[in-house]
């Protein structure tokens, strides 16, 4: 048997940080598992992962944890998601004092030990008089979303790490709107889980008294919702055999999104069978992101294989989606998440107008670094947009604040989440491929492809192309460098951005929006945040930002071109490909 007496003295004796050093004396003296402190005693002969594993807490943001798998304070493990737990319970239950009854909702995706740390979220909050509503299996965020609201919970938990690699897991918490934390309450959670100092901070009981576990009644709630979005339910029984493509790269996708396509009609759904067990260690892809032409591949060549008229694919969570589509030639090509949206907005926007369902009081929401084209085709049917700062949870705040005064369609961002209809506050991406499914059979009526659709909205409303560079600086001297960018950018912006003069400023720091030409200003109605954007006389639009988890910053640009025809799609492509490496190059990047 381990001595871990003598292993502790081992470790400090280690040239490890101070900090890593102390927590490591409360793991191996604390009430922690034996497994726990083995795993501590076997990396004492690695101390740079010892160190690595406990120089600090694993830090509690305003999105949750999200960290690599482990043990240590600095990791993503049963006893970092407890105390996690606790913090946010005690948070709950002061701002909900006056509640009789405190309720949240627990879901979780595929990933390794998520249905662990679901369960240990669960038996913390029923510990603090909690009643939890679970779910008996795997299920994707926008259900834990639609939980939230259905259950009528002041909190709820997603265990996941989204679209990132297999290592990582991650703990997304919830308020009563069914909405990811925003001010004051994220901070507010953040103290109080920083104030959980030790394990023995926590309540948590060793049984599941006060959890029920939700399966079949949940979901059928939930897809009644999602089939009652569909605006043309004839054209999917007339064109049910459309050829669609879909893969859940290993994650919970494939529990909901294949049945309400069935539902919906589709009696040709394809699943990429490699890719349709849930599995935590995505064994077929090196990354279960969307946004990656690996992760598609599958899916693509099943789509070539077949003819397909549509590929989609949602990644571990489902809550965000990738697609490809039909080229005129036969080959594919991926959409980026503006593209699907501005096809997503502009089949909401006309169907309802079509269907005389229009007051003038509806609106779409995208983020400042999204497209402006799909603001361009909201406006051109008298629908309102609002820009939102990036994030789906300002998105959803922007909602919550106009329920009840505007009606909401429709909306997304540029890094592949999309919404229909407000019964969920979150990214959906069930609701989000039922839509496109939908788009690809009245395509089809119209004798169109999907591909056909985006470009017959260029030609009506002008080519939009985007591009993101995000340049890294790590270390304290790389963070320095980055806020003097930020202060260079916003003490000397530049004139003109690719031969173009640069018309108007928006410095989301200091709330105002500078006409360049007049000087004119005005309040930008945003919370404030280290964002600045640059518009070009030209209508080309930059964007930079420091990340706020990564040491990196991100430059977001935004160009435009007329299209005559679809015979000049790639001639026009490459001149907005030409314009963005200009704008590149203005910036110095």
């Known amino acids: 048997m381990t001595d871990f007496a003598a292993v502790k003295n081992q470790i400090m004796q280690l040239a490890i940080d101070e900090t890593a050093k102390q927590n490591i004396q409360t793991w191996l003296e604390g009430d922690y598992d034996q497994e726990t402190k083995q795993a501590i005693a076997d990396m004492a002969s690695n101390p740079d992962e010892l160190n690595e594993s406990f120089y600090r807490n694993l830090e509690f943001g305003t999105g949750g944890l999200r960290g690599i798998m482990g043990v240590g304070t600095n990791r993503m493990n049963k006893y970092t998601v407890a105390m996690a737990t606790q913090g946010l319970a005690n948070y709950v239950k002061k701002a909900f004092a006056g509640e009789k009854e405190l309720r949240a909702a627990i879901s979780h995706d595929s990933r390794n030990h998520s249905r662990e740390y679901a369960l240990i979220t669960a038996r913390v909050l029923a510990a603090n008089g909690f009643h939890v509503i679970m779910v008996k299996e795997l299920r994707p965020t926008p259900v834990l979303s639609f939980m939230v609201r259905h259950y009528k919970c002041q909190t709820g938990v997603m265990l996941t790490a989204s679209h990132n690699p297999k290592e990582y897991n991650g703990y997304k918490a919830y308020w009563n709107d069914g909405a990811q934390l925003v001010p004051p309450h994220d901070k507010a959670v953040i103290d109080e889980v920083l104030n959980i100092k030790h394990l023995s901070d926590v309540k948590m009981q060793d049984d599941d008294r006060g959890i029920e576990f939700v399966g079949e009644e949940l979901d059928r709630v939930y897809l009644d919702r999602i089939i009652g979005n569909s605006l043309h339910p004839e054209l999917i029984k007339k064109h049910n055999d459309i050829k669609i493509v879909y893969t859940p790269l290993h994650g919970t996708g494939i529990t909901l999104i294949p049945r ?76 980026n998440g503006n593209q699907t949206l501005s096809v997503l907005v502009y089949y909401l926007c006309r169907q309802w107008k079509e269907k005389a369902l229009l007051t ?12 402006e084209l799909p603001r361009i085709i909201a406006e051109s049917f008298g629908v309102k947009s609002y820009d939102t700062l990036t994030g789906f949870k300002w998105i ?80 304290k001297s790389g963070a320095a460098e980055i806020e003097a960018m930020m202060k260079n950018y916003r003490e000397n912006p530049p004139k003109e951005l690719a031969g173009s003069r640069v018309i108007r400023l928006d410095d989301v720091q200091t709330s105002l929006s500078t006409d360049l030409t007049n000087g004119a200003t005005r309040k930008i109605d945003q919370p404030k945040s280290n964002v600045l954007q640059f518009f070009t006389e030209d209508g080309s639009k930059v964007t930079v930002r420091p990340s706020g988890t990564e040491p990196k910053i991100k430059f977001y640009f935004s160009v435009s071109a007329t299209l005559c025809c679809k015979e000049n799609f790639d001639q026009t492509e490459k001149a907005l490909d030409d314009k963005i490496a200009a704008l590149k190059q203005s910036l110095g990047i």
């Open 260 to 335: 309400v396509l069935g539902e919906l009609g589709f009696t040709n759904v394809n699943v990429v069978e490699e890719q349709a067990t849930p599995d935590g260690n995505f064994p077929t892809t090196p990354s279960p992101n969307p946004e990656e032409t690996a992760a598609m591949k599958m899916a693509v060549d099943l789509g070539r294989k077949i003819n397909a008229d549509v590929v989609f694919a949602s990644d571990p969570d489902a809550d965000r989606v990738g697609m490809a589509v039909r080229m005129p030639d036969g080959d594919w090509r991926l959409l």
């Open 360 to 371: 003038g009081n509806e609106y779409i929401v995208k983020t400042i670094v999204t497209s």
């Open 396 to 475: 959803c705040d922007k909602i919550r604040a106009l329920e009840g005064i505007e009606t909401f369609i429709g909306g997304g961002e540029e890094s592949y989440g999309y919404m229909v209809g407000d019964f969920v506050r979150d990214k959906d991406a069930v609701a989000a491929c039922s839509m496109i499914a939908e788009i690809a059979a009245w395509a089809e009526e119209q004798g169109m492809t999907f591909f056909d659709v985006l470009v017959d909205i260029y030609k009506r409303y002008g080519f939009f192309k985007e591009a993101q560079v995000s340049v890294v600086r790590k270390g």
